[in-house]
């Protein structure tokens, strides 16, 4: 066959140029579509991984339209940590406890907003359902949500009664919020009265803290005093101890600007607790399996 006649076969066989290219542009929008429509199947899963929450505004119509799952990295499951090895890397954990509540929870969101810094909120399962609204915008705002039981008990606890504390909390958190959350903080850091046996069985992550603010003291302390102490005790892969609810905690809401301001004056970069502990499992990965790859490569 002569060679232009097999082009005019061919030539009547394809299609023309124009239909080409629109071929390709309807494979790049259903590409793009797909790609839309699996990124925001968990979007929650990709913000906790990647650190993607400077950018990202939840709206409560997503939080309630699809869940979010609080996940917690393979090396960290099951352990219970006060902090998170990073090196010499300035990242620091900012925590709430006790709420959502009334006015201060509010007040240190304004601040977080405006600083664009996202932290990890300790919710109690009691005032999760008084205050349903507050926690919707914790969430709204793009915080991560833990778990910090239905009452708030120190008190030794039967293994029952410790699995509803844990997990009457976590149907609230479902319920209002749409979020299912694997980091736990025993109420009174207590590691020995049930609870943290319960977490620990179920892979959970126990976060207790390296710097304790004092703001729970019941003197309440001064806002100076609160930023003074954080201040003392902040080292990199820190987590911060706060409250924003259990009662009125101003002095906290008016100390937050301030230990933004001076951490990051430090060079401190804030974080959440998750991401803290992806900080942290990419730091102390050791580089084993490369070498090990490679010294199997020079094997075969
Ligand atoms: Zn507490």
Redesign the pocket.
Known sequence: MARGEYQDRIGRLLPGKTLWVAIAVMSCAAVALLHTIFSSINPNASIAKTGLVETVEMTTAIARSFPMNFDVPKNFQAKTIKDAPVGAEKVIALTF??GPWPETTEKILATLKQEQIKATF?M?GQPLKSFPEIGKKVLADGHVIAN?TLH?WYKQMSPLVAQREIEDTSKIIKEVLNVETAYF?P??GMLTNGLVAYALKHNQSVNMWSVDSGD?NPRRPSSEAILKTVLNGATPGGIVLM?DG?GSHNNTAIAVPQIIAQLRAQGYKFVTVPELLELSSAFSEPPIAKTTSESIDRRS
């Open positions: 406890d006790d300790y109690i910090h708030h903080r109420p009174g729970s409250h259990g």
